[in-house]
DNA sequence: CATGAATGAGGCTTCATTCAT
DNA sequence: CATGAATGAAGCCTCATTCAT
């Protein structure tokens, strides 16, 4: 991702892929929004499969260094959960198009949606283990905590996506506060 | 749907569709596994959009049946919010290959895109129904409704996809107690 | 041509074929219009070209009985040839889509082609006979009588296809006077 | 219409478009007689109707060139009428297949066809033009110069037709004085 | 490094025709 | 006689990829 025409073409792709899904997008649209020739994109991208590929590694690294690296290492399990559903919402608020491509495209059988897949487990699994510490420490009664890590995965992505889609420019950080208290301490009421 | 041409060709299209996603099925693939020409599904379904629209029609229809119609009228909002989530579950598992259509394909500005988002809206808000009725028998503490709503089903969604892709098999209603328990009451040890 | 049900449906082919051209009128809307099924279509008439050579032996007839079968066999060249000019411009006016159909595929190498560009020359012969009797007569003074019978059909036609399809209810026969003058004399001021 | 390719493609296109009319016509086929693979076709023309307008333009403009700009402009009418006869005949001549396809496709609703029709609508309204000078110098005497205009095009253009299909190399120009005397001048013999 | 013309495999769709009922 | 479901050849068009400049 040296030089900046690399990261022109990248970004095309990203804008491109995540108005149009992978099938749909075409090389043509790319090289136009990123302002090269054709033949340019493929100088820089082995191919529209290698582009793809490239957007899970970049993401990947995102993901790292904007949420799970933002996760106090010291802190209660609750606290930690609660940073990661707000920073997974600030990550969606940051980089809206990248995620409704990975969260399109995961789900299917060819290389790279398997590639996002491992991406989405790798990052379930942080959760996990914040869960795991947290059962440890007794803070925490999760019987399965695998089926939550990805409950709480899921409940945060669908309705990120879903505001999303409704509106463009919704402050997806506004539902954090309603997101953190549902879901770690549920809904029922407590009088009940 | 009436002949039992209609039903094979709508069958394969769904194999197909689940296998490859919209964009990637093609009407030759899905001819072949109806067994049946080409030019036999455009006569029993105008396009391959047709097609899709059909889908949504009758997924919306089955939706209902085995889900929404189950939920009992009389009984309590945390039961009901159960039946829902276990229904739901059972219904990923009678309907894979339908489902994993619809989640993929709900995101997107298409119009086969808009009205399978529709589709979940519609369903999301019978959700919605429910959790206001708690709230207003005081049965229920919930601040945001309808982010409460998409996160329940987000959750389920998710992590139904997210097991069914790692085994084809897994029997997913196994995961209901675990949902239905940490979605209603989340995982905070009660102790703290 | 017996039955009312191959009238019927050779009407609707007249329609069909007259709106779209034999290359893009289709079968299909041929049975609509003449509502039978298209298999009956095909027990009727053998094929699409099967109907269209149908066309051409029912227009030579038609041409025959309303056009040439009225000139009148005694009168002088001149009357003649303006009683052609008339009648063709009724003919014309009372079976517009045939004469449409007709111009419109006479120029080609197709069979059909051939065809029509037969009956035309059959018609056009017709034209020259009257001139050829009008020169040895003396009364005509033509040079190249088989040039001149083809601009007279030429220009009859061309025109009324003009009009109609200016406005399809164009009264042709209103043209008949102004075509009758300026082609049987010319248009150069007698003055000059 | 830069490139050599480009015009290669557009010469096939006018001899299959003549030969075999706009809908029977096929892009393999003008791939093949162009020398260059399907794709190439439509890199260098967006679509099969796309060649077709193109037709019409590149048409309008050679029979500006090569009839209406060669009318004199000081000349008497009917001096100026024979030019515009002589001359189109020279273009059917010179331009054979691209006059047969826009005779043949002139008459229909379809886009290109009224087109085409407007084409020769301007061109018609140039005759016209020649004419009601004419009639104002007092040099010619034409109760409804639109008629006789129209009446003069499809008497050149379908008499053209016609020697052309009975002998592909005929020699329109002969047509022309017969043509000019006969049109211009009538045919009833001056003595009666 | 960059370009963009050229390619051809492959996809969607249409439609004349057949045939079992 | 009549039907209409079924067929498959054939057409239009797209687009990832290559390559000579």
Redo the contacts between chains.
Sequence with gaps: MASSRTRRIFQAAIDVFS???F??ATMDEIAARAGVAKGTVYYHFKSKEDLFVFLVEEGTKLLHEQVLARIPADAKA?QRLRVVIRELLAFFRANRDFC?II??EA???EGRQREF?RM?VHF?HAIREI?DAGVAS???????PD??S??????????A??YL?MDKEYDLLS?SP??E????????????
């Design positions: 108005e149009y899904g099938e749909k609750e409704i969260l399109r789900w299917g059988e897949r989405l379930v869960i007794g803070e925490l009664m999760v019987e399965a089926t939550v990805w409950s709480i995965f899921g409940a945060v992505s669908n309705t996506l879903h889609f539902l309603q997101l208290r549902s879901l770690i301490h549920g809904f029922v009421s407590p009088a009940l």
